[in-house]
Nanobody
Framework: QVQLVESGGGSVQPGGSLRLSCAIS??????IGWFRQAPGKEREGLSC????????EYLDSVKDRFTMSRDIAKNTVYLHMRNLQPEDTAVYYC??????????????????WGQGTQVTVSS
């Protein structure tokens, strides 16, 4: 079974940047998505990359600040986040969906999830 491990979370001031990493045991077989969940809110899809790595999707509200990338050799997917704001505070998760030509930022199709990493943005 595929395993995903997130890292890179932490505390930053508004306007700061973070790079989250998601180490995946078998990245070439899956589409990968990034999600977040703030206290009292539903899980929200942020971005995804399809299995072939040639298509990405982004939530409109973050697409100008967040960038997703993949390093196949390292079996790692990244979420580069800049100009972070307090409303970005949440637990961030990566997830894997069995082979998908087109990825989705809807959580339902994802079968495998990491444990999450906390991102806190405050002054």
């Amino acid at each position: 079974q595929v395993q995903l491990v997130e890292s890179g979370g932490g505390s930053v001031q508004p306007g700061g940047s973070l790079r989250l990493s998601c180490a995946i045991s078998e990245s070439r077989l899956y589409a990968i998505g990034w999600f977040r969940q703030a206290p009292g809110k539903e899980r929200e899809g942020l971005s995804c990359i399809n299995t072939n790595g040639d298509r990405t999707e982004y939530l409109d509200s973050v697409k100008d600040r967040f960038t997703m990338s993949r390093d196949i050799a390292k079996n790692t997917v990244y979420l580069h986040m800049r100009n972070l704001q307090p409303e970005d505070t949440a637990v961030y998760y990566c997830a894997a969906q069995n082979y998908a030509q087109y990825c989705t930022i809807v959580p339902g199709p994802y079968d495998h999830w990491g444990q999450g990493t906390q991102v806190t943005v405050s002054s």
